[in-house]
């Protein structure tokens, strides 16, 4: 985008998550070890024959360049941008999929080898060989993606490779994560996502209007960016929302109007605004670190760690972009708008109320779909699949909650991502028909992507 729409939305939650000590302490460790001498991997000793460097938790690879992709996004941008960074997220870790494959075949590849292409050659080993051509498949994408840290992704990666050692295996997984990296850098490289598109807001009624504190729409084009696993943009397109003069509308118009308001009568409960504030994040952020949780409790050897979170990410991306696709389509206004100009709507079911305002501020984009609600249906059933049961429990701190109910716990992925989407009408910034659309388009993206996407080696 051509500017950061963080700042606005989030500029208390960002500066409560960051805690300069703890970062600081973090780089200053990264840096140390590559003062050390790690940059050269000649100084290591070869793991022990027989048994990989990453003993049993070679699947630790994945996880851990998932929390640095975030750590590197928000080092470069603050991560301003959840469209951008959903799509690094996917290039990250489907480049690590395809890097972990070739080293040994287990699932179907995604951008490297092609469908036809030969095997490479050179490459074959254990757990270790594929997570030393994880972690450098990971770092290759994210330094030809965010250049200016390459010394902190030089950091990160000498670490692996320090504990990996020198050999022909490590070698060999260094080429295969470098391949991988390079296919997928170049099959995103003309995917629409640097593009511009001019935006003109309408002023009828039912038609977005630029919502409080800003002048521009969020990133238009990204409803043209390329997919990652849907056939097209608008496979999934969602149907519109309600009449205008519907007693649908009206009802879904009232809930918004009583219990998002910021009003000191607004008829919503304690736990409903923790909710709005506990869920008021990135949902692309939110959702990896529900993954990251949930990695620590539920096992996965390498192969299948680095496939479910290629599909979260992949599905996750392309909620993004057909809910931007879908959103461009019905151009259709937020709640604020619509509350404040009801009298125009032609219902006469609802009251206008010129000085309404939602909780939480109103992200500038449309309000059909609610993708946040797409991201989460969408996370919520591929990680279903990866982990084997939805009915996963699991607890989770949010940087955006109020100090008073920090995190919240959970008895399965679904029930996370209904609670998601209630959140969003709940802080005033979508209708209840958009959140439930949300939660459908991202359903269907999220079983799409499981059935097309990296499935078993045939």
């Not at 080993?125 to 051509?133: E, Q, Y």
């Amino acid at each position: 985008m051509s500017r950061s729409f963080l700042h606005s939305l989030h500029a208390r939650d960002a500066r409560r998550a960051r805690r300069p000590g703890r970062r600081r302490a973090l780089l200053l460790s990264a840096f140390a070890l590559a003062a050390a001498g790690l940059a050269a991997p000649a100084s290591a000793t070869a793991a022990p024959a027989g048994r990989p460097w990453c003993a049993e938790r070679c699947d630790q690879v994945v996880i851990d360049w998932n929390a640095n992709v975030h750590q590197v996004i928000k080092a470069a941008e603050n991560y301003a941008n959840p469209m951008s960074a959903s799509r690094t997220l996917a290039m990250v870790h489907l480049a690590m999929h395809d890097a972990a494959n070739a080293v040994h075949r287990r699932y179907r590849a995604y951008a490297w080898p092609a469908p036809g292409e030969a095997a490479p050659s050179g490459t074959g080993g254990d757990a270790g060989t594929a997570a030393v051509a994880a972690a450098v498949a990971a770092h290759d994408v994210l330094a030809a993606l965010y250049p200016k840290q390459k010394d902190l992704l030089r950091a990160m990666l000498d670490t692996t490779l320090h504990d990996a050692g020198i050999g022909t295996a490590a070698e060999q997984g260094r080429k295969a994560g470098a391949a991988a990296a390079a296919a997928m850098l170049a099959r995103r490289a003309a995917d629409g996502s640097g593009a511009d598109e001019a935006y003109r807001p309408g002023d009828r009624p039912g038609q977005y209007q630029y919502t409080p504190g800003f002048d521009f729409l969020a990133a238009p084009h990204w409803r043209a960016v390329t997919p990652f696993t849907l056939r097209a943009v608008d496979q999934f397109r969602t149907a519109p929302p309600p009449a205008m003069a519907s007693a649908a509308y009206a009802a879904d118009f009232d809930e918004v109007k009583a219990t998002g308001s910021q009003a000191a009568d607004a008829r919503r409960s304690r736990e409903q605004t923790q909710v709005a504030h506990y869920w008021y994040e990135f949902s692309d952020a939110g959702w990896n670190r529900i993954a990251r949780n949930v990695a620590r409790t539920r096992p996965q050897d390498l192969w299948q760690r680095a496939r479910t979170f290629a599909l979260l990410n992949a599905a996750m991306a392309d909620a993004y972009i057909a809910g931007w696709d879908s959103k461009m389509h019905h151009d259709f206004w937020r709640p604020v708008t619509a509350i404040r100009r009801a009298a125009e709507d032609g219902n006469a079911a609802t009251h206008a109320d010129a000085t309404w305002a939602p909780l939480l501020p109103t992200p500038p984009v449309q309000d059909h779909p609610s993708t946040h609600s797409a991201l989460g249906a969408a996370a919520a059933v591929v990680l279903a699949h990866g982990f084997g049961s939805d009915r996963v429990p699991f607890t989770m701190a949010s940087p955006s909650a109020l100090p008073e109910a920090p995190e919240r716990s959970f008895a399965g992925f679904m029930a996370a991502a209904r609670e998601n989407a209630d959140s969003r009408v709940r802080a005033g910034v979508h209708f209840r028909f958009a959140t439930t659309a949300g939660l459908e388009l991202g359903e269907r993206i999220g079983r799409h992507a499981i059935a097309t996407t990296l499935g078993p080696a045939r």
